[in-house]
Nanobody, 120 residues
Framework: QVQLQESGPGLVKPSQTLSLTCTVS??????????WSWIRRPPGKGLEWMGG???????DHSPSLKTRTSISRNTSKNQFTLQMNSVTPEDTAVYYC????????????WGQGTQVTVSS
């Protein structure tokens, strides 16, 4: 059974860089044809897909976030990471990692989510 768990800071200061890690257990993130995503839910809003990374290691990013966002992976630790630069209070949200075989539109596995608050 594949399980995902987010980890990282709960508080980030404006203008700083947010780094979150998703640890995957139960199977390698390099397994074809899985796709691994970062998704967030700001307060009072719906889910927003931020970006993802293919089992091959090729990343994708939301056009609205691509200038600030980087997704990478560490296959030795079976992890993939979200890095977002120049955060603002607008980036406050619950952040999820998720994965599955249907790309960005449907997911088989979800982490429990982690609250990230951007505040000075």
């Amino acid at each position: 059974q594949v399980q995902l768990q987010e980890s990282g800071p709960g508080l980030v200061k404006p203008s700083q860089t947010l780094s979150l890690t998703c640890t995957v257990s139960g199977g390698p993130i390099t397994t074809s044809p899985y796709y691994w995503s970062w998704i967030r839910r700001p307060p009072g809003k719906g889910l927003e897909w931020m970006g993802g990374i293919q089992y091959t290691g090729t990343p994708d990013h939301s056009p609205s976030l691509k200038t600030r966002t980087s997704i990478s992976r560490n296959t030795s630790k079976n992890q993939f990471t979200l890095q977002m630069n120049s955060v603002t209070p607008e980036d406050t949200a619950v952040y999820y990692c998720a994965g599955g075989t249907m790309g960005r539109d449907e997911y088989d596995y979800w982490g429990q989510g982690t609250q990230v608050t951007v505040s000075s």
